[in-house]
């Protein structure tokens, strides 16, 4: 699977963005596709994830600020961003793995990884 990701920019707080991350060479549908971000000088941490049942799954920290979404037909996944915080910015990067994908999950765990979009949140 390759994937690619797009969206990054630099937004003040409160603002919005979406992040895309498109998927190529596998079954789309079979695949659980995620977010995870990683700030200077900090681990790589999960945001969401969609699994290829159609469960979300969501940090603590976004939860009810960013939404997860897949266009199956078009192999892409998105996350909308909303509310945005300064603790927000980092490279967000897009995974796919063919098990499910949660705040569990450790990032070396994870079988896919695109290059990362960077987000930078002003204050």
């Known amino acids: 699977v390759q994937l690619q990701a797009s969206g990054g920019g630099l937004v003040q707080a409160g603002g919005s963005l979406r992040l895309s991350c498109a998927a190529s060479?596998?079954?789309?549908?079979?695949?659980?596709l995620g977010w995870f971000r990683q700030a200077p000088g900090k681990e790589r941490e999960f945001v969401a994830s969609f699994s290829w049942s159609g469960n979300t799954y969501y940090s603590d920290s976004v939860k009810g600020r960013f939404t997860i979404s897949r266009d199956n037909a078009k192999n892409t996944v998105y996350l909308q961003m909303n509310s945005l915080k300064p603790e927000d910015t980092a490279v967000y990067y897009c995974?796919?793995?063919?098990?499910?994908?949660?705040?569990?999950?450790?990032?070396?765990?994870?079988?896919?990884w695109g290059k990362g979009t960077l987000v930078t949140v002003s204050s």
């Open positions: 060479g596998r079954t789309f549908s079979s695949y659980a």
């Open positions: 995974a796919a793995d063919l098990a499910v994908i949660t705040a569990a999950t450790k990032p070396q765990d994870v079988e896919y």
